[in-house]
């Protein structure tokens, strides 16, 4: 089979897709999915990926570089003390459970669906938090079993259907509970790792034997692509937890409702598309 030279286009394409990922993760508590699900997708056409398991490699490839981008993320929010290990610990259980349920149902579930409703809330909670005067719900976040529950398992089950980290959805959840910015990023690169692990393992197991998947891949997750990505992001995602303790908190939120907002818009915009 003839060398095709613009593969080495392709694999350019995701070291840089992994650096600004990185950067993403380390900013602004996300495991960079939010960039990294829209460039597999787009390249899924030129890699020949039939058009009915394109998104699924999106996804699960996405997750999978999510596990070392986070780790690296969190080591340095954790090093500045941004990480609520109190929440984390309390959280983590639900998010951990909800995630593998959204791994192990995400060809069950329209993606179309999914794509609409989480770009609708994403957009509702931009607009929240650009506002000079934040919406506040409480003045800490639920602390019941219950409240907390509901709460960290649709922030896990979203989050792994979509090939995001937890941060999309954690970090504005958690500031209309009066949570600080600064420890809401931090703890929403811990659950990145969290959300991921199970995640991953649930989109290996439903692509397991599909036809059509690219050379090297484990079920959904094709480990060339990971590899390329996350060998740019885990030493990205640093230097964006840096710049995340540089700006100050009202600038931050700023910086986060921009990105979901265009997040928000760019998933509506498939939606009306038609995919």
């Given at each position: 089979m003839p060398f095709d030279p613009m593969l080495i286009v392709y694999a350019g394409l995701l070291i840089l897709t992994g650096a600004v990922a990185g950067v993403m993760a380390g900013l602004l508590g996300?495991?960079?999915?939010?960039?990294?699900?829209?460039?597999l997708f787009l390249l899924s056409g030129a890699l020949n990926i039939?058009?009915?398991?394109?998104?699924?490699?999106?996804?699960?490839?996405?997750?999978?570089?999510?596990?070392?981008?986070?780790?690296?993320?969190?080591?340095?929010?954790?090093?500045?003390?941004?990480?609520?290990w109190d929440l984390l610990r309390g959280w983590a259980p639900f998010v951990f459970v909800g995630a593998?349920?959204?791994?192990?149902?995400?060809?069950?579930?329209?993606?179309?669906v999914l794509t609409g409703i989480f770009g609708c809330v994403a957009l509702?909670?931009?607009?929240?938090?650009?506002?000079?005067?934040?919406?506040?719900?409480?003045?800490?976040?639920p602390t019941s079993v219950a409240g907390r529950g509901v709460l960290a398992t649709l922030i896990g089950g979203f989050?792994?259907?979509?090939g995001i980290g937890g941060g999309t959805l954690s970090v504005p959840i958690l500031t209309l509970f009066s949570f600080p910015v600064h420890r809401a990023v931090g703890t929403a690169s811990a659950f990145g790792l969290v959300i991921a692990v199970p995640a991953v393992l649930g989109f290996i197991w439903a692509g397991w034997g599909v036809e059509g998947r690219p050379p090297w891949?484990?079920?959904?997750?094709?480990?060339?692509?990971?590899?390329?990505?996350?060998?740019t992001s885990i030493f990205a995602a640093p230097q964006g937890a840096r710049l995340a303790h540089w700006l100050s908190p009202a600038k931050l939120r700023f910086a986060f409702a921009i990105f979901l907002g265009l997040t928000a818009l760019r998933m509506l915009g498939a939606v009306f598309s038609g995919g």
């Open positions: 996300v495991g960079g999915g939010i960039v990294i699900v829209p460039v039939p058009p009915d398991i394109a998104m699924h490699v999106a996804v699960g490839t996405s997750l999978a570089t999510i596990i070392p981008t986070s780790i690296a993320s969190a080591r340095s929010h954790n090093r500045k003390g941004a990480i609520d593998g349920i959204g791994g192990l149902l995400a060809k069950v579930f329209s993606s179309l509702i909670v931009a607009l929240n938090m650009i506002k000079p005067k934040q919406i506040i719900v409480a003045q800490q976040p989050s792994a259907l979509m891949s484990l079920g959904y997750v094709s480990l060339p692509a990971a590899l390329l990505i996350f060998s």
